[in-house]
């Protein structure tokens, strides 16, 4: 599904690359730790797979498509079909939850009713339906993750990465968040999680991608977060402490307010093959093109739960009061400009198959757009603002059976939370009309005949960055309107400092959506005459 070709990037053209020389594939349902030390490049890898940026050598192709050689045009639809989750959250401030979730809906023009019930049933298995009218200042940080969860997974994503997701939470938050993670790649959707979360690595026994200094250096099936020893890693990495007097290993992080074995047990999630005996770890540590050699095969079929709180993993010992320290980036003798050279793309079609769901109630009742917003344009925070309150108001919380969505069946996963209601069931195609699912066009890269423009590519990342960077304050802050007086929100909407500006929030939301500001402009452009 998600295939690295000897991707190299660098950002800048004589610096060091973030990401080296990588070869690696992911498989539908994969769930993988990407793990290293800081700078490392596992945010670059997920940048990359968002198609934020473009490698200078190599290739990467999501679902048959070429990532090089996709439209421009078709950027934003394709981020659209990827969750992102970050470790800050980044959910809108004078939004309740119910609303953050519903922005990714609207936003890609989904009608209300969709938007309504899908949103509740989203909400319903990250258990926080009975937060739907909160402001993420009014929820815990884990709760907020979850929250940002549920935004990345309401148009069903095929594929869904998680910077850091658990680095702000305390072991009993993470827990939760891992639950919910574990279940949405157990429905099929593709999860790849940066991390450094020790504890939770070690727990789940997953996948385990390992970077140093943007090379892939281990990929070892149910892994651990420190690589066998004797492995190849291990003697790469004990190599470079040794040479260095650093320790080339990421550090344990401080686990201040609980100990290990809680996380350990809390997040304690199936080993991937039920029942399968114990292997040993090191048995499987493959090398990066003995990975590509032998992709792990993709699961056929969900399970269709997984149990809960397995057997406490094996906690691997390394000293944890060991300085902590990261290897100093080597400064590179200056690499010589390497050309692009796209290669005609030739890939062999790799259908995607969604996660026994289809966001049909999305593409395919989305009427023509009308009004202001027609789901391309990030709503004007200063203008209009949102108004899925007056669903929150207005709304039953839960539809009668009889007028249940069609495409919702019965035997989906059960929720990963505890306690949670019945889950919503994944969705069936709607019997009048043809199933297109979102990453259809992606099996037909002959459509893309005009490669992307590398350089462009780049300096749309660039300012991305630095829009991103720029300081909270907007003036839209205080041009944000208040809730109409016939509406009663159950609490006031909170201010945004400058620490949480709504407007900076909204434009990397839009970001993460794949909303460009070109796109944003043109129909604001439109709109206003
Ligand atoms: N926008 C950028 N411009 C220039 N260099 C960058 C940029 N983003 C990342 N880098 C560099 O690329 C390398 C990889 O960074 P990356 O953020 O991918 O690492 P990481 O493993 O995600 O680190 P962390 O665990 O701290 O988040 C680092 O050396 C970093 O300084």
Redesign the pocket.
């Known amino acids: 599904m998600i295939r690295f070709d000897h991707v190299t990037?660098r950002?800048?053209q004589d610096?060091?690359?973030?990401?080296d020389d990588v070869s690696i594939e992911f498989e539908r349902g994969d769930f993988v730790f990407?793990i290293?030390?800081?700078?490392?490049?596992?945010?670059?890898?997920?940048?990359m797979i968002l198609r934020e940026g473009l490698p200078q050598k190599g290739k990467i192709t999501v679902a048959g498509q070429n990532l090089g050689l996709m439209l421009e045009k078709r950027v934003p639809d394709y981020r659209r079909s990827i969750g992102m989750v970050f470790q800050d959250f980044r959910l809108l401030p004078d939004k309740t939850v119910f609303e953050n979730v519903a922005f990714a809906m609207r936003v890609i023009g989904a009608p209300r009713s969709s938007i309504r019930r899908r949103v509740t049933k989203v909400l319903e298995r990250v258990n926080l339906e009975h937060l739907a009218k909160r402001y993420p200042h009014e929820i815990s940080g884990g709760e907020q993750q979850r929250a940002a969860i549920a935004r990345a997974i309401v148009n069903e994503p095929a594929i869904l990465l998680a910077?850091?997701p658990t680095g702000n939470l305390d072991p009993r938050a993470a827990e939760e968040v891992m639950k919910v993670l574990r279940w949405i790649s157990s429905s099929g959707t593709t999860v790849i999680m940066?991390t450094?979360d020790r504890p939770i690595v070690d727990a789940m026994r997953r996948r385990v991608v390992q970077?140093h200094r943007?090379a892939l250096v281990r990929d070892q099936q149910r892994g651990t977060y420190d690589p066998p020893p004797g492995s190849e890693a291990w003697e790469l990495l004990r190599g470079e402490e040794a040479d260095a007097g650093l320790r080339a290993s990421d550090p344990t992080p401080a686990q201040p307010s609980a100990p290990a074995e809680d996380a350990s047990e809390a997040v304690a999630g199936p080993v991937p093959a039920e029942g399968a005996p114990e292997r040993d770890a090191s048995d499987e540590v493959v090398t990066g093109e003995e990975a590509q050699a032998a992709p792990e095969p993709a699961p056929e079929a969900a399970p269709e739960s997984e149990p809960e709180a397995e057997a406490a993993p094996e906690s691997r010992t390394q000293s944890e009061s060991e300085p902590q320290s990261e290897p100093e980036?080597e400064p590179e003798p200056s690499a010589e400009p390497e050309a692009e050279s796209p290669a005609p793309q030739q890939e062999e079609s790799i259908r995607v198959v969604w996660p026994r769901r289809s966001p049909q109630d999305v593409t395919a009742e989305v009427p023509e757009p009308t009004g202001d917003f027609d789901g391309t344009e990030l709503p004007d925070l200063g203008r209009d603002g949102f108004e899925e309150s007056e669903h929150v108001e207005e709304e039953a919380p839960e539809p009668a059976a009889a007028e249940e969505d069609p495409e919702l069946v019965e035997d989906d996963p059960q929720p990963p939370t505890d306690g949670a209601p019945a889950p919503a069931a994944p969705n069936r195609p709607r019997p009048q009309q043809a199933k297109k699912p979102r990453l259809d066009w992606l099996a037909h890269p002959e459509e893309d005949d005009s490669g992307g423009d590398a350089t462009d590519e780049a300096l749309s990342?660039?300012e991305n960055?630095r829009r991103l960077a720029r300081p909270a304050s907007s003036p839209s802050d205080a041009a944000r309107p208040q809730a109409p007086s016939s509406e009663k929100p159950t609490t006031p909407r909170p201010k945004s400092s400058a620490s949480q500006s709504t407007y900076t929030d909204a434009r990397r939301t839009a970001e993460q959506l794949g909303i460009t500001r070109s796109r944003r402009g043109f129909w604001r452009r439109r709109r206003d005459g």
């Open positions: 990037r950002y800048q610096g060091r690359p973030a990401l990407l290293g030390a800081s700078g490392s490049g596992k945010s670059t890898l997920l940048r910077d850091e940066a450094h970077l943007g980036p990342a660039e960055t």
